[in-house]
């Protein structure tokens, strides 16, 4: 308890005013995440972390890079990538989707204070969306919105066709196969996931779904919403939060074949995929919004 409140984590108060010694604990902004009657409630996401198999990759580090073999040390640990393990062992895809649906339950801060970026929208695929969450969020903020989350089959599988509301569609397939057409095309944590060559491969898909799509036979200017972490986007004094950016970097490494971008690099992969501009809004702890236009 001394080092979590030392990390700020919990903070100790003295309970009774009388008894100098008796000294108490209580919540900070940080545990207040993980209550489970709270909204959000981080705690599949911290669970998620310390899962067994996510930790055992750490262990072959060595292993990994002294072999040269698997593309990832999460393949050497389980012998196999890891989406494939995800497809293959449906306890660990369920504590997966649920970790990253509590985190995505930040998203309504997103919604709320970043919420024009939605407006005139009248489509929207969210790729890679997991199990909805960040499409519900942004259904009850703009409900005459229809939006598609594709994801792979494993994870729409048990998703009831219509979803929860009549404009919530879930599609099972694949990114590197095809998109179906939006106005937007939104991709949250799945960017730092791949190479940059598997990231082009995904962005050109996105440009031809937001090229091809028309409204009422008309063509509309659409765009790409990124919402990942930026390198280098933060003040030079928020040292936590670039640590914070360099741990995800090591752990897309370990995890799968990803990487987190600087703008910089960010833009070489836009003009790769054949965009014509972007803009970069940080919004709040490590994530930022990036809006991609062809
Ligand atoms: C890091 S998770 C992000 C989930 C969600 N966007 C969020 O932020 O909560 C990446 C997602 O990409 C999905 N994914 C991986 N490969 C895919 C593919 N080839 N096509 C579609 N989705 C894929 C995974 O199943 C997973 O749900």
Not at 131 to 155: N, Q, R, W, Y
Not at 237 to 243: A, L, V
Not at 280 to 291: A, D, K, Q, V
Request: glycine residues 8%.
């Amino acid at each position: 308890m001394r080092l979590l409140t030392h990390n700020g984590f919990f903070d100790s108060t003295n309970l009774n005013e009388a008894e100098e010694e008796e000294d108490g604990y209580v919540l900070t902004a940080s545990s207040r995440l993980l209550l489970k009657s709270q909204i959000p409630n981080l705690s599949p996401f911290a669970i998620l972390s310390v899962e067994p198999a996510m930790l055992a990759p750490w262990k072959v580090l060595g292993d990994w890079f002294s072999r040269n073999e698997e593309s990832t040390a999460f393949e050497t640990a389980h012998g196999a990538p890891f989406w494939e393990f995800c497809d293959t062992n449906s306890r660990f895809n369920n504590v997966f989707n649920e970790g990253m649906a509590s985190d995505s339950q930040m998203m309504r801060f997103i919604v709320k204070d970043y919420g024009q970026v939605f407006e005139g929208l009248s489509t929207l695929v969210d790729v890679g969306g997991g199990t909805g969450m960040i499409a519900k969020l942004i259904l009850e903020a703009f409900p005459s919105l229809k939006c598609t989350v594709l994801d792979l089959p494993h994870v729409v599988a048990d998703k009831p066709a219509g979803g929860s509301s009549e404009n919530l569609r879930f599609l099972g397939g694949d990114m590197f196969h095809s998109i179906p057409s939006a106005d937007a095309i939104m991709l949250k944590h799945v960017m730092h996931d791949w190479s940059d060559e598997d990231c082009v491969k995904i962005l050109k898909k996105c440009r031809e779904a937001i090229i091809a799509n028309k409204n009422d036979g008309v063509k509309k200017a659409g765009k790409v919403i990124i919402i990942d972490m930026v390198l280098g986007a933060e003040e030079d004094n928020e040292r936590d939060i670039t640590e914070t950016k360099l741990m995800f970097d090591v752990l897309m490494m370990v995890l799968v074949t990803g990487r987190e971008r600087t703008e910089k690099e960010y833009e070489r992969l836009f003009i790769e995929s054949g965009f014509t501009r972007h803009k970069i809004t940080p919004i709040f702890g490590f994530t930022s919004l990036i809006e991609v236009f062809p």
